[in-house]
Each structure stands twice: as structure tokens, then as C-alpha cells.
């Protein structure tokens, strides 16, 4: 499983982290504490998106046992109590709506002119 945070939420820890003095030169997880697996992040994507989809496993893509962590969900407790920090959006409804937002952003062609996915650029 995975915690998915909106990239607003992330942007608004990052301003967060610089606005403060706190927490210098340590560890501060942002995450929204919601955990799900990447399957139902497919299914939830083909959902909003109205599609009908299968997801197939390739043997040779998958990891042998022990090299992937299998959960990975941040406690955030650390940017809430030092920045007051909180992710907007949480739980599945607050992923479904990041999700949705993201869906709409990919599928503006005005949007797509600026992505290029082919390319590697900061």
C-alpha cells in the first residue's frame, strides 16, 4: 500500500517548512495517513474515468519477495504540530477528488501541450 498526498497539500507543507524555524535539519514526513494499494488506485482511476479496464501481472516486472517495502504510510503528527500543517485532502474521498482534478488536468489538451513526457526537465 501507498499514501497518496494531492500535490497541493505537498506544496503547502513545502511553503509550511519555509515560513517556520522549526524542525531544522530533521525528518518531517507530509502524507496524508491514508494508505491504499496501487490495484485499487487502478480501479478507482478507471472508475472516475469511465473505462473498463484488466490488470495483468508480467512475471518478469515483478519483484522478487523482500525488495519492496510492502506500506508506506507517513505520520504526519510532526508538520502538524510544528507548522500547523494538514492535508486538505484525506481518505479516500480526498483521494478521489485529487484524483479527479489530475484526471480533468491530463485531459485538457491546452494542459497537454505542456507536458512532455519524454523528456527529463526541472
Known amino acids: 500500500t501507498r499514501d ?21 535539519g530533521e525528518a518531517v514526513n507530509l502524507g496524508s495517513g491514508f494508505e491504499i494499494s496501487i490495484g485499487e488506485i487502478a480501479s478507482i482511476i478507471a472508475a472516475l474515468m469511465e473505462v473498463k479496464i484488466e490488470i495483468l ?44 482534478t489530475t484526471i480533468e488536468w491530463f485531459t485538457d489538451p491546452t494542459n497537454l501541450a505542456f507536458y512532455k513526457p519524454d523528456i527529463y526537465s526541472l
Open 4 to 24: 497518496f498526498t494531492y500535490v497541493a497539500d505537498t506544496v503547502r507543507g513545502f511553503m509550511a517548512a519555509l515560513d517556520s524555524d522549526s524542525c531544522l
Open 57 to 100: 501481472a508480467d512475471p518478469k516486472r515483478v519483484r522478487p519477495m523482500a525488495s519492496e517495502v510492502e506500506r508506506l504510510v507517513a505520520d504526519a503528527r510532526k508538520a502538524s504540530e510544528a507548522w500547523n500543517w494538514q492535508p486538505h485532502l484525506v481518505g479516500r474521498d480526498g483521494l478521489c477528488q485529487g484524483l479527479q
